[in-house]
């Protein structure tokens, strides 16, 4: 296995916020290049090695397998402030980033919550993440599996993050989404918000056919209520509310969202 690269440095994943002119320059391309090349080594790996397998071998293989942190794209870290602009005014007392990776997108959100607790499937992933975040004494990041949650984290959380994880679940048939869907809802106290991530390119190309899939799972969970959705370039993200305790949601209306 070739040594990782090492595109990750805390300096970098902190940089100042991008300056508003274009959501991604034409280098940008080279990320998602970067990024299908990952995808691929994943789909791979995991028919012979299993899901763990294959994302610890792509963090080993490079440090930033999505190429989240390089300041040389801009898209990742665009979107990351898009997302967090959907949830600016709001304080968190517990958040949970689900699929954290580097735990980038968790740490803009620092200003916003009093504690924050990032899993993931890979313990390469959480180890850069709990370096990059190693300032924050009030960021947790620990290993686990979103598919086998322990039962003690249930209704300890008023912010769930799901940002780009769960298309790589597998498998991720209509029955497994509506269980996610419920999971997710479970590990909200009442009233809490869970943020839904996943690209989105255009209407016919499969992989956006599959976030539209998620999405309307989640959607649709007798325990969500869906409060505004936004769609970017080129990212769909859902806000929703646990149901349980809502009987009047609050809309939203976000950045260019759609209040529902
Ligand atoms: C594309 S990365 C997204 C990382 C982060 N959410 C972000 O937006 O920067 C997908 C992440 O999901 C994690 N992941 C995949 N399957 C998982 C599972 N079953 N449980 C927990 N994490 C998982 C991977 O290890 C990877 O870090």
Sequence with gaps: MKKPTSEVSAPQALGRPLPPRFFMMPRDIGLFLKSARTDATILRLRATLGARAAFEAVYSRWNDPWVAASPRYRYQRRKYEQVVGMLSGRHYRRALDLGCGLGLLSQL????????????????????????????????????????????????????????????????????????????????????????????????????????????????????????????????????????????????????????
């Excluded at 769930?160 to 994880?165: G, K, M, N, S």
């Excluded at 790589?168 to 909200?188: H, I």
């Excluded at 505004?228 to 859902?238: D, I, M, T, V």
């Design 109 to 260: 959100l620092a200003p916003q919550v009093d504690e924050l607790l990032g899993l993931d499937i890979a313990d390469a992933a959480i180890e850069r993440a709990r370096q990059l975040a190693a300032h924050l004494s009030n960021f947790r990041f620990e290993q686990a599996d979103i598919f086998d949650l322990p039962k003690t984290l249930d209704h300890g959380f008023d912010l769930v993050l799901l940002a780009d994880t769960l298309y790589y679940l597998s498998p991720l048939d209509d029955e497994t989404l509506k269980q996610l869907a419920v999971r997710a809802a479970d590990l909200l106290v009442p009233g809490g918000m869970c943020v839904l991530v996943n690209h989105y390119f255009f209407a016919a190309d499969s992989d956006s056919r599959l976030s539209r899939r998620i999405h309307r799972a989640f959607s649709s969970s007798h325990r969500l209520l869906l409060t505004s959705e936004h769609r970017k370039p080129f990212f769909l993200a859902s806000l929703l509310t646990e149901h349980s305790s809502r009987s009047s949601p609050v809309l939203d209306q976000g950045i260019e969202g759609r209040a529902v």
